[in-house]
């Protein structure tokens, strides 16, 4: 396990294991090119999303359905959180692109090297 760097904590569920079968290759190109997308909570005061039940309790003609806007208002991020991505990905020298309040994500680039200072982590090449 990788050691957490000082002032940072493990975030559960946040680690990507390699697929069953896979072996490792080498460490991944410190220069290589790499984008990732972080996915942040739903908004604190949310209401739970629709179920299956409530689609099934609605039938088709009768159900109502959500702009783009409305259910980024209602069940996106809250963008506050979106920004705390986005500055601590530009305090750390990552390209901020696209940040999405319905898709609860911020999409950052940069180098390997870069990503595994900014996030603490090891990133390597595995073939099966």
Known sequence: MIPIPRGYRRLEWSEHKPARGTRLVESANPREKVSVT???????????????????????????????????????????????????????????????????SVSVSRTVRQMEKAFGVTLQENTS
């Open 38 to 104: 972080i996915r942040v909570r739903r908004r604190p005061d949310a209401p739970p999303l629709p179920d299956h039940e409530h689609w099934m309790a609605n039938p088709p003609g009768q159900r109502q359905f959500l702009s783009c806007a409305e259910f980024a208002g209602r069940f996106g991020a809250d963008p506050a959180d979106l920004d705390q991505v986005a500055n601590f990905a530009k305090r750390h020298g990552l390209s901020v692109g696209e940040t999405h309040v319905a898709r609860r």
